[in-house]
């Protein structure tokens, strides 16, 4: 196996998936969204931990994924969070997704379908409360909804929005939310019956408002345990899933007064130890972290030292004592009592911690990992750590 790799411990997601629901209590449900191949983490095998966990419904982006993860996961519902083009639309309803509307074609398109192959069409509205990138506007939804009604074969299971700013402006959130409340009246209004399940909560929302619950909460990040550790607000700490490792493949002595890596931008200020790691920013490693990373060797923090490279980084070992070609570093992850954290690399880099993660390259082998005896998980992986269904490696 290439020296250079990803770990994702499925004992922390299948802990993190209980620790939402475990709070959630038996009204409310958790959509667990897995788009993006699970934010980097392998949409196949999460989605069968957080269905075989306890999630009520997998949510991804789009149709093809959902064609992808059903056959990994065929019990669970998937919800395909934005609308699907009109050339997939047999397929998804012959798939038997959840289908999100936004607009004025779907339905209609939906319909046609649902009535071709006989069967319901699952639909969920997505209402626009202030995100304005998608969605039927709030003020169209009672509208809208007695427009549904007429349509035969569609099932409306649901009916969400999503937030602009839940992790940082209370504000904005509670103003899209109770806006979002009126919609679902309006939606209720015209139907004659309520939506089964009212969902807007994605991982900031999750944390912080309870009232926001609602049905279901729709966290991704928060289940992967990316997010800074907000423990103690609504939420227990989540464990972060992902480790990225790296072992060391060649080491140079660099006099004092000389250059290390493209552009020169880091300068011995003594006679150094640098050890290459076999990863760079082809791998995801983003090159803002040149000069401004620590990775972590027999538990403590060395720091990244001149440019990341596409296929390697440089790490300053100087006074480590007798490093090894070989050793193990962790570049995202916890080794010794240190951690380096998505969160924290996400502030290095001045991008959100979704970014970090998805970003990480399909070229690093991914290894899943258990706690020893995790009977929940342990069926999923292979002895080497692959996964041991049909889930890409
Ligand atoms: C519609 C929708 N719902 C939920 C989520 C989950 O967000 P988070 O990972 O911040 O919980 C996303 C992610 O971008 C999304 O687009």
């Known amino acids: 196996m290439r020296p250079a790799w990803i770990e994702i411990d499925l004992t922390a997601i299948a802990d993190n998936v209980h620790r939402v629901l ?43 994924e959902a064609v992808e993860l059903q056959p990994a996961c065929p019990e669970a519902e998937i919800l395909i969070l934005t609308p699907v083009p ?36 699952k639909v969920h509205i997505k209402v626009d409360t202030g995100m304005h990138r998608l969605g039927v506007p709030a003020a169209q939804v009672g509208e809208y909804c007695s427009r549904l009604k007429l349509l035969p074969g569609l099932e409306i299971r649901g009916i969400f929005t999503h937030f602009a ?55 991704g990040a928060l289940l992967y345990g990316i997010p800074r550790n907000r423990g103690g607000v609504y939420m227990p700490t989540m464990q972060q899933a992902l480790t990225v490792k790296a072992k060391i493949a060649s080491l140079k002595e660099v006099p004092v007064g000389e250059t290390v890596g493209y552009g020169r931008t880091w300068r011995a200020a003594r006679d150094s130890h640098i050890a290459l790691l076999p990863i760079g920013y082809g791998d995801g490693y983003d090159r803002l972290l040149s000069n401004n990373a620590d990775v972590l060797l027999r538990g403590r923090r060395v720091p990244v030292v001149g440019a990341v490279a596409m296929d390697s980084t440089t790490i300053d070992v100087t006074g480590v004592g007798d490093v090894r070609v070989g050793e193990e570093v962790v570049l995202i992850g916890d080794q010794g009592g240190e951690s380096v954290t998505v969160a924290e690399l996400a502030e290095r ?28 998980v342990e069926g999923l992986i292979s002895a080497e750590g692959s996964v041991a269904s049909s889930a890409p490696a």
Not at 35 to 60: E, P, R, T
Request: with cysteine; glycine share 6%.
């Open 165 to 219: 700013s839940s992790s940082d402006d209370p504000q904005f959130t509670t103003e899209q939310f109770e806006c979002f409340q009126q919609a679902c009246r309006d939606a209720d209004a015209a139907l004659g019956y309520s939506i089964p399940l009212k969902h807007c909560a994605n991982s900031g929302a999750t944390v912080r408002y309870p009232e926001m619950w609602m049905d279901a909460v729709r966290p």
């Open 22 to 64: 475990s709070v959630l209590g038996h009204q409310r449900k958790l959509l667990a969204v897995v788009k993006d191949d699970a934010y980097g983490h392998g949409a196949a095998v999460i989605a069968q931990v957080a269905h075989s966990c306890g999630a009520h419904m997998l949510a991804v982006a789009f149709v093809e």
């Open 349 to 376: 880099c001045q991008t959100i911690v979704h970014e970090v993660a998805v970003r990480l390259d399909r070229r690093l082998p991914r290894v899943y990992t258990c706690q020893p005896g995790d009977e929940r």
């Open 86 to 121: 009109a050339d997939a639309i047999e397929t998804a309803v012959s798939c038997g997704f959840h289908v999100s509307l936004a607009d004025r074609a779907g339905p209609g398109l939906l319909s046609a379908a649902a009535v071709r192959q006989g069967r319901a069409a």
